[in-house]
């Protein structure tokens, strides 16, 4: 509890927002003010008609009590009210750390169950006010109100009896701990209840996504969708029904605690006014005192209880924050990435095998890119084609074996400026919502518009662009634009050379970005990317072999390993596996264009 309040107080001061924490202990010390008025207020004004003092002294007396009522609770009103921004703003940056975390953190990582978990649980702790990441601000100012008024009335208690404060303190402390308890049952069951979570978000998100809109109306999948959802929903809140029979037991607790312990000290004072040892005034400072000083104690053990619960998200939250990175991002060599120098990957002995797999994906890799080379890499699906680029790349680690950059180990580099050596379009490339300008630049600010549109007429998609109304102000992605432009398979596809022309890095990756388009149009989808890529090196991955003919040297992976290597001509001559594979799909090719015909 005191790492997380640390941690937020520090936040809130490095963030800029320091009026949170000065504003909470003004909100406090205004809250116990607020109190000790009310709190003497009505023994006060019985005293001086006791006392029979004159009219003009006892409406003076109200009045100054009626005075400061309201000036504590304007200012209290005011000051909580502007609390609120500060707060927020503290919430909104812990967001924006969650929402940079899950953008840049390794790329293992997000394959990784354990850190998707605690991603969702995390961001549902930011989710708004009322959770975790902003509420834990009052539950702080709420304690230090409890913490400054208790030791007030410990003063002023001692004076009765202590054995009433020793009595309220017990009995409270009993209850603190059985609640301490209780609501930590939130937290140790947490991974399932984020488990049911992760089911229900997943489908709120599939059913909303527009390339699944087409499926889900042709296979008539609503209704199975809504019985999983159904399914995943009944889990969840039998889970919660489950948690809420255990946390009553903590209200229960505390009520027959409270009964108990307020009827002691009730008791003995009203003995005390009996035997005339408490005047009325007196017996109605104590009698309000003991009710007020149960309520600061009860306040503080609650106050705690809830900051526990309450940091257990925060430390959520740490948990995500500070997971594990495999890779260096702040520090390692820096690289200064020069487009027009001819760079050398080289994997040596390299294997790798993905989490809980019972083999390795690749075995035992032996492979250059020499500079200026243009390779293929060709095998059947599943092959692990994907996984050597993502070797290269560097967003996967070898399991055994080194990936080189010009023989320094890629581990030794930041890994931020070590992308900044590629040029990649995977199958799954992302089209962004914005204009055609800015998905081609990847970025919103500082555009180069000439070498945008030269990129795009390198691509050969410059006078589609110049034919939409707002030319390259167009609007992409209509989940978010309305009047958004929807391109064609192929004009997409030219899009992704155009993006990856304008960012001109050494080495350019194709990893099947065209398996979606015929066998013709890939191949000369291909072709265009092997006149305009120039002199760099290139890695091409595809499944149809024809479509990589014109690579340097093409590499065939079977069996976790290579299993043939060189031009198309020497493989075909060779009479191996890829002349076989090649025949297939020839053959294939062939009776499909005469079906056609």
């Known amino acids: 509890m005191w790492q997380n309040s640390w941690f937020m107080i520090k936040l809130a001061w490095t963030s800029k927002e320091k009026k949170v924490i000065i504003l909470s202990l003004i909100s406090a010390a205004l809250?116990?003010?607020?109190?000790?008025?009310?709190?003497?207020v009505s023994p006060t004004i019985l005293s001086a008609v006791e006392r029979h003092v004159s009219v003009g002294e006892l409406f003076w007396t109200i009045a100054g009590f009626a005075l400061a009522l309201m000036f504590v609770s304007a200012a209290s009103a005011y000051v909580n009210t502007n609390t609120l921004f500060g707060r927020i703003s503290v919430r909104?940056?812990?967001?924006?750390?969650?929402?940079?975390?899950?953008?840049?953190?390794?790329?293992?990582?997000?394959d990784d169950d354990k850190f998707i978990k605690l991603l969702t649980k995390a961001r549902e702790c930011t989710f708004s006010s009322m959770t975790?990441?902003?509420?834990?601000?009052?539950?702080?100012?709420?304690?230090?109100?409890?913490?400054?008024?208790?030791?007030?009335?410990?003063?002023?208690?001692?004076?009765?009896?202590?054995?009433?404060?020793?009595?309220?303190?017990?009995?409270?402390?009993?209850?603190?701990?059985?609640?301490?308890?209780?609501?930590?049952y939130g937290y140790r069951h947490r991974e399932e209840e984020a488990e049911y979570e992760r089911h229900m978000n997943y489908l709120s998100w599939r059913v909303e996504d527009l390339s699944a809109a087409k499926d889900i109306r042709i296979f008539g999948l609503r209704h199975w969708l809504e019985e999983l959802y159904g399914k995943a929903m009944s889990g969840y809140r039998t889970f919660h029904q489950k948690a809420q029979s255990v946390y009553i037991w903590s209200p229960i607790a505390d009520l027959v605690l409270t009964f108990l312990r307020n009827a002691i000290a009730y008791a003995y004072l009203i003995s005390l006014v009996i035997?005339?040892?408490?005047?009325?005034?007196?017996?109605?400072?104590?009698?309000?005192?003991?009710?007020?000083?149960?309520?600061?104690?009860?306040?503080?053990?609650?106050?705690?209880s809830t900051l526990y619960k309450q940091s257990l998200d925060i430390s959520t939250v740490r948990e995500c924050l500070e997971y594990y990175e495999p890779f260096q991002f702040e520090g390692g060599k820096s690289i200064q990435v020069e487009a027009e120098r001819k760079y050398e990957i080289r994997l040596e002995g390299v294997s790798f095998r993905y989490p809980a797999a019972d083999q390795d994906t690749l075995t035992d890799i032996n492979l250059t890119l020499h500079p200026g080379e243009k390779l293929a890499v060709v095998?059947?699906?599943?092959?692990?084609k994907t996984t050597l680029i993502k070797l290269m790349c560097g967003l996967l680690d070898p399991t055994e074996g080194k990936v080189l950059l010009d023989g320094e180990d890629i581990r030794n580099y930041n890994r931020a400026d070590y992308y900044t050596m590629f040029s990649a379009v995977f199958q799954d490339f992302s089209l962004l919502a914005g204009t055609i300008a800015t998905n081609i630049a990847q970025d919103y600010a500082g555009i180069d518009m000439v070498r945008v549109k030269e990129c795009a007429r390198k691509a050969g998609l410059h006078a589609k662009i110049e034919s939409l109304p707002d030319g390259y102000e167009t609007y992409l992605n209509r989940e978010v634009y309305d009047e958004a432009t929807m391109l064609s398979g192929g004009e997409t596809q030219r899009l992704m050379l155009a993006r990856a022309l304008?960012?001109?890095?050494?080495?350019i990756i194709l990893d099947e970005p065209t398996a979606?388009?015929?066998?013709?149009?890939?191949?000369?989808?291909?072709?265009?990317?092997?006149?305009?890529?120039?002199?760099?090196?290139?890695?091409?991955?595809?499944?149809?072999?024809?479509?990589?003919?014109?690579?340097?040297?093409?590499?065939?992976?079977?069996?976790?390993?290579?299993?043939?290597?060189?031009?198309?001509?020497?493989?075909?001559?060779?009479?191996?596996?890829?002349?076989?594979?090649?025949?297939?799909?020839?053959?294939?090719?062939?009776?499909?264009?005469?079906?056609?015909?």
Request: glycine share 10%; charged share 15%; proline share 2%.
């Open 132 to 184: 975790s990441a902003e509420a834990i601000w009052t539950t702080l100012t709420t304690l230090v109100t409890n913490i400054i008024g208790f030791l007030i009335y410990v003063s002023l208690l001692t004076t009765v009896q202590p054995l009433l404060i020793l009595l309220i303190i017990v009995t409270t402390l009993i209850s603190y701990f059985i609640g301490n308890y209780v609501n930590g």
């Open 502 to 507: 304008y960012k001109n890095a050494p080495f």
């Open 516 to 597: 979606a388009l015929d066998p013709i149009a890939e191949s000369d989808m291909y072709q265009k990317y092997h006149e305009v890529t120039g002199g760099r090196s290139s890695v091409y991955i595809s499944h149809r072999l024809a479509s990589t003919r014109f690579c340097d040297r093409i590499i065939m992976i079977d069996n976790a390993g290579i299993c043939e290597e060189g031009t198309h001509e020497e493989l075909l001559s060779l009479g191996g596996k890829y002349a076989e594979l090649y025949d297939v799909q020839s053959k294939y090719y062939k009776e499909e264009g005469a079906e056609n015909e």
């Open 31 to 40: 809250a116990v003010a607020l109190n000790l008025v009310n709190l003497y």
């Open 275 to 304: 035997q005339g040892g408490l005047s009325a005034a007196e017996f109605l400072l104590y009698f309000t005192a003991v009710g007020g000083f149960t309520g600061w104690v009860s306040g503080i053990l609650n106050g705690f």
């Open 92 to 110: 909104a940056e812990i967001t924006g750390l969650l929402n940079k975390k899950a953008a840049t953190t390794s790329y293992p990582n997000i």
């Open 379 to 384: 095998g059947l699906n599943g092959a692990g």
